[in-house]
């Protein structure tokens, strides 16, 4: 792991969640930067109480602690950032295409490789701890769940990845970011790399909400994470979670 970072990592043949299993354990003292994975994930939830596909022994599902005590609460949509930066930096290496689809899914051209799934707790105006879920197909072939546009990394690379390698470089890529905005505690760098890695960053695309569908084009995002959309007519509009669909041909 990351110079001076000990993380200490638990492992599981089979949980329902690895991030319901972490809370748990926060409670019995568990040290920040630990990492509870399991082999097989059977109840993974990502945004909103959606499911997660996993196949048993070919992904990566797993949680990890932090404890951004430093972080104030309005600043929680940092921590989203720097974890799926950490997530992208890894991908990068492969090809150019992966990009970050707002908020935190993992996304390789129109197709979904990972998401991530957020739970802090704050304490006062503060952020007590954070409990990381991510999910990242890397070696399983076939998708059988109703999911839309699902990929793997086998898929895209056609071979095999070691998973425990997989997991110390993407772990110590986020803890890496993490240390950053611990040292420096400015988060504008981060700010602007994200929206760079952002999926559909330029250009006007397709989109649906409550009025039903228009046409727009990313123009930023809030400090509390909200997508910031600029219609045809010129209308700037502020999207939360979930108030804004993308649609998105996975052909």
Known sequence: ?????????????????????????????????????????????????????????????FSLLLKPHFMLAQDQFVISKIVCLGILDFLKQYSDSFSIKWPNDIYYNNLKIGGVLIENSLYSSFIGTSVVGIGLNINQDKFISDAPNPVSLKNIIHKKSDLDIVLKQIVDNIFTYYTQIIDVNDFDVINQKYFNSLFRREGLFCYKDAEGEFKARITGISDYGQLILCKENGHEQTYSFKEVQFLIDSN
């Open 1 to 61: 792991m990351t110079e001076n970072i000990n993380s200490e990592c638990i492992v599981f043949e089979s949980l329902p969640s690895t991030n319901d299993k972490m809370k748990s354990l926060i409670a019995e003292g568990l040290s920040e930067y630990s990492v509870v994975i399991t082999n097989h994930q059977f109840a993974g939830k990502g945004q909103k109480g959606n499911s997660w596909e996993s196949e048993k022994g070919k992904n990566l599902t």
